[in-house]
């Protein structure tokens, strides 16, 4: 049985998979996870709401971005873009919401789209998404003008449990 949330889409915040994020942290070596709350931040050094992440200025850092998926979403894909623009490494995982303006806008003109197969299960839920996802790249050197590099991720998003980190 699928949870009311997903269902009714009563919540804008979605946990990022363990495994997914670590799967992007390998890949990136990010810095700040900046749509956090003090219950779901991915790295040590984040913003919270309180913070207000879309009045800081992301640039020259290494981003994540699993931003809230209501209405207001379009802020967050737009302040990716021009941070990027700004020196700024962004890496988003975003509700695949291809026929929306704000996707048109902001998502068509990062570095690289990884459309992720099948349904995300997010860290709070048992079952699938409602919606397909995708992680966004937004890279400093993306020449202007040039399409997004796209293709379909395949990372196993499903396992609930990380590697062991590495000892130092």
């Known amino acids: 049985m699928m949870h009311d949330a997903l269902r009714t889409s009563t919540t804008e915040e979605w946990e990022t998979p ?18 956090a709350s003090d219950n779901n931040a991915k790295l040590p050094h984040f913003w919270t709401r309180e913070d207000d992440a879309l009045a800081q200025q992301w ?28 020196g700024a490494l962004i890496v988003g995982l975003i509700p695949a919401r291809t026929e929306t303006d704000w996707w048109c806008t902001w998502v068509l003109n990062a570095s690289e789209i990884r459309f992720i197969p099948r349904r995300l299960r997010f860290s709070q839920w048992q079952t699938g998404a409602p919606f397909p996802s995708a992680v966004v790249i937004w890279r400093p050197d993306r020449t202007p003008d040039s399409p997004p590099h796209i293709r379909w991720w ?5 396992a609930t449990t990380l590697p062991a980190p590495a000892e130092k």
């Open 59 to 86: 640039a020259p850092r290494r981003c994540w971005m699993n931003p809230p998926y209501g209405r207001r979403i379009y802020l967050w894909v737009r302040k990716a873009s021009q941070e990027a623009a700004r």
């Open 18 to 35: 363990a495994a997914l994020f670590h799967a992007v942290q390998a890949e990136f070596a990010l810095e700040i996870d900046v749509c």
């Open 154 to 158: 395949r990372v196993d998003h499903r």
